[in-house]
């Protein structure tokens, strides 16, 4: 639209009535759905290496469907940044981050694709490769001050075709009280730069093996660790000389007494965890299409 036309155009508005204006936002609504999740692609990959042969040397060639397309030097091929990557090829991007939204607000596939208006084979694809992408979204390292937390989560072994166990209904309960074989244990980590790990560690409470394996390779060496003071933690700072401040939550001790670190306000990550319903309280998939695999 020309300028002057959209000027005149745009001076009309203040005249609408409410119903008008109401027209007029749903008719914006997709298009403006549409400009978020490209901004939010090309946000996640700033300047993109060439998906063909690796190249770095690329030129920009023109904008298509609202995306950055990119040139190789090197192999002459085009691309954008979703070349590649699970989001490749997936239309509708205008109704991505609103199915994405009621993913984590914990909504059923039927109930996102009926939404959205899209077939529910579609809002299950998508599902499905937003996991994929989350999965392989890793920061390099915690640094400065992290905490760690526990999250322990039923395992859902839905689509296994040998169970462990004997089968239960929706989701079910635990068979005992408290944290047994039946949990799988999710091992959350997060600095103040808000970098997040989170790492399976297998069934039952966690123990100090587990956090050599999987907690040591992320923290920096110079990391002061917060935790709730489980065992676990105690002898695994010990063992590597990791920094480790340990809080006694049932003296409703939220931050360590020492006034130098008096900034240090415990918030468990596990609990902002469940509060996002991230990965474990979206109704339906396996703990395994989540990400969550027991070694
Ligand atoms: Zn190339």
Known sequence: MRTAGFQAWLRQVAHLTRRQRDQLFAALRPAVDLDRACATIEQARPDPACPTCGGCRTHRHGVQRGLQRYRCCACGRTFNARTGTPLARLRYR???????????????????????????????????????????????????????????????????????????????????????????????????????FDFVTGRAAVTCAQLQQHLLPVLDPDVLLVTDGHAAYQSFARKTGISHEALNLRKGERTPGRPARAEMKWTPPADEMLERNWRVKMKGGSSRAHGIKVP
């Not at 991505?96 to 694709?113: D, F, I, Q």
């Not at 499905?128 to 390292?141: I, N, Q, V, Y």
């Not at 462990?164 to 730069?193: E, F, K």
């Open 94 to 196: 205008e109704r991505w981050l609103p199915g994405l939204g009621g993913m984590l607000e914990g909504k059923s596939v039927r109930a996102t694709a009926d939404a959205l208006g899209v077939h529910r084979n579609t809002a299950f694809r998508w599902r499905h490769r937003f996991l994929h992408l989350a999965k392989h979204d890793r920061p390099a390292s915690l640094t400065g001050i992290a905490e760690a937390d526990e999250l322990y989560v039923l395992e859902s072994q839905k689509g296994s075709k040998r169970l462990d166990r004997p089968p239960r209904t929706r989701g079910g309960v635990a068979r005992r009280r408290g944290i047994d074989g039946d949990h799988v244990c999710v091992l959350v980590a997060r600095d103040r730069s808000g970098a997040t």
